[in-house]
């Protein structure tokens, strides 16, 4: 019994609200179904011409994973632009075939695609249907008689899809934050049996220790997705009163609960005994414990105990907020601003002669013309391929080193899938129940995995192209290995533009996202100030503390090249120290937010005492912001530094540290991340102290 609950809490941990199951679901299903339409189509009207069957597919895909709006009416809207613009496209671009002018257009489509970007996730969309449409109807070069097949194929996948995604497998707020919840309930087992063993070992090793430090990780980022299910309030802050306020109030108590319960943890760990009777909810063990512990002594073993328990507390009071179905929170429909369906439009920072809004267009542009002449060298006929990797080795990437960490996974999973593909098309040559059935499968995988892992992504869908070629009869292992060269020359064109042309250095891009976390550190301790004095009793600091996560994942996304493969041996630990000690600041915050919102009056002394130590800390975030080129490259220091009024001795045993605990806290942990920094720069800071 314990073995299988072990197994089901990691497979609900992995797949938070099973968005990811039912991504690749819809994806599967939509395909599915519109080919058998539009097998039925011809079989019983008249044949479809293949740019037709092409653009169902694209549409299909990109229609099920790319459309981000909240109401079916704005998804509606965002696949009718996608159709509209693949049969403009894919009909242009077979008109334009047999012209030398073909590629030159196709460069110009390229950069309209991502420029478009700008506007929002709908035109991200857009971008990319018309980018692969070109392709499309460059190599299968229909006619403009072929205009209403490709129409109609267009109009089967795009209403199929839309069926699929509102109608079979909807969305449904209330019951993915449930599932989310679930999800934080079995992440908080993990972690709970995490500290059994290790209390078992009579000491937490450094193994368990990462482990541990992973599983938080992993609760926050489950967190955040479980507060986006909460209907928000205008502009999308978080709701401040009200049932939707109670469940973000819960999970942010859990949240809270169990960090402190890792940290105090790593100080004494709690006996194995009370470790089960949580994790198994035995009440009257947890009631035995909790009536010993009144009269035990005040020290780490004591405060490790009575953090358990009011972890325990806590996940009782969120499974209690949700006892009403449907939960009031989710009754009032979301308002029509909330959905994706455009971005801003405001004026890009300078970027010299040439307007920043440019720079990737330019760079994602001579990229592909790198890899559109490469390829062409290398085959006149798969040439497509390495225009592809060009383009997508440019997605979500934040700065140069991030584009050719993207390059090389993604030649990395296509060696990888060359290998396997050729092992498996081979195994099931002349099967084909056995080749459709594993091309499925390959390409749910490939989906369920795209938000995870691109490099496993790209692996799936080769193998999955491999028996696609079987099945057409067209397999060889000389076809795979073309693809692998024409992805690498791809990826080598992608890397080149983006490290040669406007580059944007990794440390420039980690400095942005340090400036804008201690932006919304500044904001948080700023008004936790007023507060603290009776002032802005409007401001939701709890809504502010979301904000700083938020901003801490963003930085975390762009220090990653910091620590990539060139740079392992030298920064990692650097980078992950540097990390650790920013995510100990949002910890705080949040306890900071927590405990003054639930000050209700102001003390003076309470007051002057919040002042002056959030004035250390807005001094301590200045020297940050003046170090921010260098902050992650700047080991810190190893020796010991004082944390100011030393709050250390009972950090995990108080319900509700005061503010001032935290405060000092977050002074202390900026200052311990910036001592390495200050004796580097040496005599030019000494007259700030």
Known sequence: RRLLARVRDRVAASDPAFSRLRLASRAILSMMITGVVLAAVTAELAPLPFAGYGIAMILTFLGTLAVRDRSPVAQAKSRAAAGVTAVGVVIGAGALSPTPVAELV???????????????????????????????????????????????????????????????????????????????????????????????????????????????????????????????????????????????????DLQLAVERLVAASFRALPPVSLVRAVLYADEPAIRRAVSALRDAPEDNETAVQQVLVRAHRARERLAATLEQRPHPAFTTPLPEEADSTGGSTDAPPAGGLVPASLHVPIQVTVASGLAIYGGLLLSSSRWYWAAIAAFIVFNNTQSRADTAMRAFSRSAGTFGGIIAGTVVATLVHGNVAASIGGILVLFFLAFYFLQTSYGLMIFFITIAIALLYGLMGMFSPHLLVVRLEETVIGAASGVFAAFLIFPRRARTQVASALDAYLNALDELVGVARERAHGRQREADLLALSRTLDRRYADLAGAARPLSGPWTVVRRFGEVREKLLLLAGCTHWARALARGVSRSDAADPENGARIDRLAGEVARQIERTRRTEQQFFLTPHARGHVELPEDPRRRLAVQEDEHPSVALAVISGLLARALAGAWLEEGDRNVEDG
């Open 106 to 252: 196709f460069l110009a489509v390229i950069f309209a695609a991502v420029y478009i970007r700008r506007f929002g996730p709908r035109w991200f969309m857009v971008g990319m249907v018309a980018f692969m449409a070109y392709f499309i109807g460059d190599y299968l070069h229909p006619t403009l008689a072929d205009g209403g097949g490709v129409a109609l194929a267009a109009t089967v996948a795009l209403v199929v899809t839309q069926i699929v995604c509102t109608v079979a497998l909807p969305g449904d707020p209330e019951r993915d934050f449930r599932r989310a919840t679930v999800t934080i309930d079995r992440r908080m087992n993990l972690i709970l049996r995490e500290l059994r063993d290790a209390a078992r070992d009579d000491a937490p090793t450094d193994a368990r220790r990462r482990e541990l430090q992973r599983h938080l990780a992993r609760l926050r980022d489950i967190v955040l997705m479980a507060e986006g299910f909460i209907p928000q309030g205008r502009g999308g802050a978080l709701a401040g009163s009200g049932p939707a306020s109670d469940l973000a109030l819960a999970v942010f």
